[in-house]
């Protein structure tokens, strides 16, 4: 996981670079590696960290951590940006809603809505957070092979319909 972070981290760069951002992997376990699709969980990868750069606030650092706890794998990206609200972070996750046009931004409102998708056919689950000091985080966690579970008992998971 860690090298497929990197590897989008570098396709985003010049995306990062037009919004002065960069782009920092915070935290990574030794061990990364995981029982999942490869191409649709780079999918994945690539809706987080290119939301989070298109909707971070200019000049700030967006921020990738990696967790493995034996279990469950779980990646968080954090940025600086607008607060939103509890009532609406979990709608982001529905089809076809998007903020993009309360800031002016393009978006299909799907990236979010599939990478949920990808994410629940592993049996894994989207998590969001919002501070009002104007950090949010978007991430997933999931098993790390089919015989694991996710813990289900945080606040900041966004449940499969």
Do not use: W
Request: charged content about 25%.
């Amino acid at each position: 996981m860690y090298k497929m972070v990197e590897t989008v981290s570098r396709e985003l760069y010049l995306l990062a670079k037009d919004r002065n951002l960069k782009i920092e992997v915070k935290e990574y376990p030794e061990n990364d590696e995981i029982y999942a699709d490869e191409q649709e969980l780079r999918r994945v990868v690539i809706n987080l960290m290119s939301n989070a750069i298109s909707y971070a606030d200019y000049g700030t650092t967006v921020c990738v951590s990696l967790f493995n706890n034996g279990d469950e794998f779980s990646m968080e990206v954090v940025n600086k940006s607008r607060y939103i609200p509890k009532e609406n972070l979990t709608k982001l996750f529905d089809k076809y809603v998007s903020v993009s046009n309360k800031i002016k931004k393009v978006g299909t409102g799907l990236g979010l809505y599939s990478s949920r998708q990808i994410i629940s056919a592993h049996n894994g689950y989207m998590i969001a957070k919002s501070t009002e000091n104007n950090f949010n985080m978007f991430g997933f966690v999931m098993p790390v092979s089919p015989e694991h579970q996710v813990n289900t008992n945080r606040p900041e998971i966004i449940k499969n319909h």
